[in-house]
């Protein structure tokens, strides 16, 4: 589910700037909250390599196709896109 709203979010970022290729993006991961309710209960530590697997599987086929996503682990309860490299 993460894994694809973050593709969704850089598809659209693509789109909105006019971008045929993204070469890498940096990502910022801390605890995810499951149910996005609020509840500490449902937070879940997200593990980097099936992340990087729900990237590449949901971006193949898409101008992400070939992006590499370095992914760093964070405090907090959130992730973001901490910069989107382009040549």
Not at 6 to 11: A, P, Q, S
Not at 32 to 39: E, F, P, Q, R, S
Not at 56 to 78: C, M, P, Q, W
């Amino acid at each position: 589910m993460l894994a694809k709203e973050i593709v969704d979010v850089l598809l659209s970022a693509a789109k909105e700037k006019n971008l045929a290729k993204i070469d890498s993006v940096d990502l910022e991961i801390g605890s995810i909250a499951l149910a996005h309710d609020g509840y500490p209960e449902h937070t879940e530590d997200i593990s980097i390599e099936n992340l990087e697997f729900g990237l590449k599987s949901i971006a193949h086929n898409t101008l992400l196709e070939n992006t590499v996503f370095n992914i760093k682990k964070v405090a907090g309860d959130n992730w973001k896109i901490a910069g989107i490299g382009v040549k």
